[in-house]
Structures are given as structure tokens and as C-alpha cells.
């Protein structure tokens, strides 16, 4: 059972949704941003080549745990993610309200085995990056080649963003490149004014809701 | 900057990693009966070699995992990155030192 308690994203103070621009009203933007705050976020450890673990995430989540370093998985409705974070750990992430269902299906699931689920959801903030010029704002403060080629969709790499340490995963979207930065709460405004000033030159579309 | 081959992330820049100091110490297996000087000599004392140095890094803004390099003091050459409890490349290491003593030698007309 997770209790109820006060939530609050680390970038409430800047009121992002009040500030935010209604639909189309920017279609010359280049660059769109996006808190998408209150995430439900579990850091995963097990062992990758337990069988028995790998089959029971699969069935409790109905998602595959992505075992190659830097891949991610989806599920259909494209809101739940498991991110491969380490040989023997994962970010499982999942709409707010998944907090007790990710909690409870997964520690069910393993009654008599060794592993380790931890509720992380108050570490970080998203914020999601697309727009046309979204790579090359990235690369202004990022040293991960972001060429399609080379960071395909699904792809995820734990990595800095303008010194911020953030967890880069770039989403399987057909239409332009859409990247999710989970970035540490403490680091959630230095990183959002970063991307607003680096955003400048391409011109900003905040749609955060 | 170094470029460093994480053996899970690949190559990455030598922000995203710290370095740990020199690989392969190992703790006494008899603590209870191991002398001051052989405490001092696991704790304390490491070698400082100018060539191939064994070292330990973590990926520490990446997967966070920690692994032995192998790397050339000297020349900040990477001859190659291995997973904890691995052996190190030893015939690489090996072929790197017979072509640096080779390059070494000083130019025609150099005193
Ligand atoms: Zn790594």
C-alpha cells in the first residue's frame, strides 16, 4: 500500500503549465518542451541471467526487461517504459497513479526470490524535448552521438547534459525525434533554464500541462 | 580528454567516470595474522609505473559499474577496458610494449 502524501514537482515554483502556450500557437518553434511531472518511477536490481526473474518481470509488468546495455522497452499504449540502467538494474516507469500496481505486481510476483524494488518516484522530474531542432539543443551540452544511427529509438544512456547528470531516452516515435530527460530533482531547475536559454536561438513552445 | 571504452556502455568521455587507483590489490587473506607491514603494503603502497598501468574506473554517470583499465601512463594510450574478476589483456599489453620501446628511440640527429 503506498500511503498518500503531499507531491510537488521540483518545478512548481516556476509555473510551467500558466506559462505554457496553447496548441499551434508557436508553429515556427523549433524546440518543444514538457514537464511531465509526478511520474511513477521503481529502480529494479535482480540478476539478468535468472531466468526465473527475467520471465517473472515479464508477466508481472507485460513488458520485456530490456537486457542490452543502453535499450529500453514500451508497452502498446506507449506510457510505460522499462529503461536498462546497469547489468542488474532498471527504471520502470509508469503513468502517476501506477505506483501501487508496479509495487505490488512485481514484489507478488517474487515471493522466494532475490531482488530489489525501490520507489524512486520523487527523484526526478521528466521533461520531454521534440521539436525540429530538439538534437541539436541537445548537443549543445551533451558528448553522446545522437545521430539516429547511433542512438536509435528506445535508446537510453545515463550521461550529462550541460554537467547536469540526467538519463537520456529517446522515445519510438515515428514522427520527429522526441527525447525523455529524467533529471535529479535538485538539478530540475538549473536544467530547465539551461534549455530555455539554449532553446533561444530556435525559438520555445512550453506545453507543459 | 580520454575516451573511455565502459564495457557495457561503450566509449564515453572522461567526465561520466571516476578513477579508483591501481587494480588488483589484494586484501590479506589472514587478516588476524597479517603483520604491520603487510597491512601498510596493501593500504598504502601502490606503484606508479611511466607505460602500462592496470587501473580501476567507475562509469559513475553512466551504468555505475566499476571495471579495470588498462592504460598507458605515459601516452594516455587505452589499451583496453575488462569486467571486474577478468584477467587483463595481457598479449595486448604485451605487443604495446615491444612497438613503444620500438617508437621510443630518440630521431636521427637528437643527442
Ligand atoms: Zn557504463
Redesign the pocket.
Known sequence: MVDAYLRQSPLAHLHLAARATTSNALPDAGVVLAEIPYLSQFVLRGNADNQAFTAGIKKALKLPLPIS?CTSSVDKTGHSHILWM?PDEWLIVGPSDDQAHINSSISTAFRNQHFSLVNVSESRTLIRLSGTQAQNLLEKGCSIDLHPSAFSPGSVVNTHLSHAHITLHRLNSIQQPTYDLYVHRSFAEYLWSWLEDAAREYGLDNRSK | MLLIP????GE?DEPEFHHGGEAHIKRPLEPDQSTDEEWAEYIFMRTNPKGVFLERWV?QS????WFNLARNTATNEIIGAYKMGEKPPISTIANKQKTATVSNKKPKGVK
Not at chain 2, 6 to 9: A, M, V
Open positions: 546495455p546497469g | 565502459c564495457p557495457w556502455c564515453r562509469h553512466g551504468c555505475r559499474r
